[in-house]
């Protein structure tokens, strides 16, 4: 617990200085006027809290309001009037600004001229419920890009090949298709090609660029005869053959193209080059991106141990190597754009959308956490606490997010994160929703079960959520699986989230109960498992024998299932079950439909198993042409409609 205070900046040594630290915050609320974050639902006018010394009461106040981009709101008179609290022997008045008119949605910043000081306040005007699809019933496909190879891939799956997939999908009847993150990663030094723990959530991972379509290939010469033949040619082939991705001979055969584009592109004047100011002009934080990868490869180890200046501001780049570098890292950011950027274009021609995941965390020697130092507590990890499955709890090793440093850069990361994925996609799942509303952290170097919960401001965190999902127009997904407060689901129900409705999850635990299948709630994505959860087919080859009756049972009342209950029938008759149902989104595992038996990820172990690194058994073009795979989507697509 002290080391937690530590962390968030409580002034404490020991157990005997928290009444001091008690006194100390409580005052330090009081003097602070006005709160960094006010929240006005649906534009109505608000009421603003406000604190002021006691010598000021019955004063008059000068209050004015700018919307977001600049324009002024209004102006108008307040008076210090209200309820007076004595706070360790100094009086306060607790007085209350209203806002008056009806609010556009935005970010506006609300002032306040007292006792001749300025304080603001941001105002965050927003729509109450999530954007909510004219589409009902919609179904969709869930595969890692990674996993994904195709006869046209060159050492792994690109993002031409998530368009084709996505193409096909929508052929088939679908609206969407679900990926793990696609966020740049490190995959040299520091290692760590983990999607949930990126090296950014503000940036791409490169690794998907398709080299073919870069259009500086048409004219450079020397890249288009590395990727016709020669060693960077057959060391492509010969990785896309391995069972698993090998991320860093696979980026480094990559890389040594793109920097040859990025060289060329710089090196030669053409008509793309507005187009990459104009990229940059969109995306400031760019640069500084760039330049901390150059500094990243210069160092070669954690950005907490590079010298200062580099440690605390913005890299110096070497002016050859490190120009290079930050040219290259800029280049292959502009074109992992354009190149997302078409394929959630192909999605949205045909009313389907790309199916994002928002990590909880970041890698702690990523880009986020070096910039937006504020925002993120240090000397603590996220977690989570003791459960039946890991009765040590979990400590999974990247700094939480500071509930106050958050607050007082008024949002500005977690809206930069969102605002990254929205824009292209068109359903975002939270990962660990509750993290909304308060998270597990605990001290570095203790092990999970030494740890305890902080809080967030969920009002804030929802009006922030909402106003950027209708901006975009995206669905937002709750991840809500397991031991889940009631307030969180109730928090989403009333804010338009949809759930997580996970059949393996939903099984009860006692053969015995009245049903084995838990109700389909409506505003839901619903799915037999996640990447988290073995397949289907591992997931029934290791039920119990009584639990599995049980399910077979409830799935012949419902008139799913036949006399035949091999484990193709009973995937089958537990796909009819979620897709008859009446949840609004239905996501379906690709390696479900031929019956894969190995994980993408064990959580809890380390090298036990290949974590984020299994190509799936069966190509693109082997599992499109399969019957039983376009059969299953088939019956799953005429289910949702009729249903």
Not at 90 to 105: H, N, S
Not at 112 to 120: E, F, L, W
Not at 460 to 469: C, D, H, N, P
Request: hydrophobic share 40%; proline share 8%; charged share 25%.
């Amino acid at each position: 617990m002290l080391a937690v205070l530590q962390a968030m900046g409580a002034p404490v040594g020991g157990w005997d200085d928290v009444p001091g630290a008690l006194r100390h915050r409580l005052q330090e609320l009081w003097r602070r006027p006005l709160e960094p974050v006010t929240v006005v639902w649906n534009g109505r006018s608000g009421r603003v809290a406000l604190r002021a010394p006691a010598t000021l009461a019955g004063r008059t106040l000068h209050c004015s309001l700018g919307i977001e981009g600049g324009e002024p709101f209004g102006e108008w008179e307040a008076a210090i009037d209200g309820r007076r609290i004595e706070v360790e022997g100094v009086t306060y008045v607790e007085a209350a600004i209203d806002i008056p008119g009806t609010l556009p949605g935005g970010y506006h910043e609300l002032s306040v001229d007292m006792g001749g000081d300025r304080h603001t306040s941001m105002v965050v005007s927003s729509p109450r419920v999530a954007a909510q699809p004219d589409r009902d019933r919609a179904w969709g496909v869930f595969l890692p890009l990674y996993a994904l190879r195709s006869g046209r891939s060159l050492g792994v799956a690109d993002f031409t090949d998530l368009e084709a997939l996505l193409r096909w999908v929508r052929e088939s009847g679908g609206q969407t298709v679900a990926t793990l993150p696609l966020l740049a990663a490190f995959l040299d030094e520091p290692f760590d090609p983990s999607p949930y723990s990126p090296a950014s959530r503000l940036f791409w991972n490169e690794l998907y660029v398709d080299l073919a379509t870069v259009p500086e290939m048409e004219r450079c010469e020397e890249a288009r005869s590395m990727l016709a033949s020669g060693p960077v040619r057959s060391e492509l082939e010969a990785l896309l053959d391995q069972p698993l991705v090998d991320y860093r001979r696979t980026m480094a055969a990559k890389r040594s193209v793109l920097e040859v584009l990025a060289a060329f592109f710089f090196a030669t004047p053409g008509r793309r080059r507005e187009a990459f100011e104009s990229f940059v002009r969109g995306n400031p934080a760019v640069e500084h991106y760039a330049r901390f990868r150059a500094a990243c490869e210069r160092y070669r180890r954690p950005w907490s141990t590079w010298p200062s200046p580099e440690r605390d501001g913005l890299p110096a780049v070497d002016p050859e190597a490190g120009e290079r570098s930050a040219r290259y890292h800029l280049y292959a950011q502009w074109v992992a754009t354009e190149q997302l950027e078409r394929a959630a274009g192909e999605a949205g021609r045909g009313g389907a959308g790309l199916y994002f995941d928002l990590p909880l965390g970041v890698n702690p020697s990523g880009y986020d956490v070096w910039r937006e130092r504020g925002s993120f507590l240090d000397g603590i990890s996220a977690g989570a606490p003791p459960d039946p499955f890991f009765s040590g709890g979990q400590n999974w090793g990247f700094p939480p997010l500071s509930p106050e440093g958050i607050r007082g850069h008024r949002y500005r990361y977690p809206i930069a994160c969102l605002r990254h994925l929205l824009r292209l996609a068109g359903v975002v799942r939270i990962d660990h929703v509750m993290g909304l509303h308060r998270l597990f952290v605990v001290p570095d170097g203790m092990h999970g079960d030494h740890g305890v919960y902080i809080r967030y401001r969920p009002d804030e965190m929802y009006a922030i959520l909402t106003l950027e999902s209708r901006r975009s127009d995206t669905v937002i997904v709750g991840e809500d699986l397991g031991v889940v407060p009631s307030y969180v689901r109730r928090a989403m129900s009333r804010h338009g989230l949809y759930r997580s409705h996970v059949l393996q999850v939903e099984i009860p635990p006692d053969p015995d109960a009245p049903d084995a299948l838990a109700p389909v709630p409506r505003s839901s994505v619903a799915s037999l498992n996640t990447h988290d959860l073995p397949p289907f087919a591992a997931f029934w080859g290791v039920l119990d024998e009584s639990r599995r009756r049980a399910v077979i049972a409830a799935l012949r009342r419902r008139g799913l299932l036949g006399d035949r209950s091999g484990d193709r029938d009973i995937l089958e008759a537990c796909l009819a079950y979620i897709a008859s149902s009446p949840a609004r989104m239905v996501v379906l595992n690709l390696e479900d439909l031929w019956l894969e038996a190995e994980p993408q990820n064990v959580p809890g172990t380390t090298d036990q198993h290949p974590h984020w690194t299994r190509r799936a058994r069966l190509a693109y073009e082997a599992f499109r042409s399969s019957p039983e795979v376009a059969g299953t989507l088939q019956r799953v697509d005429r289910m949702r409609k009729q249903s």
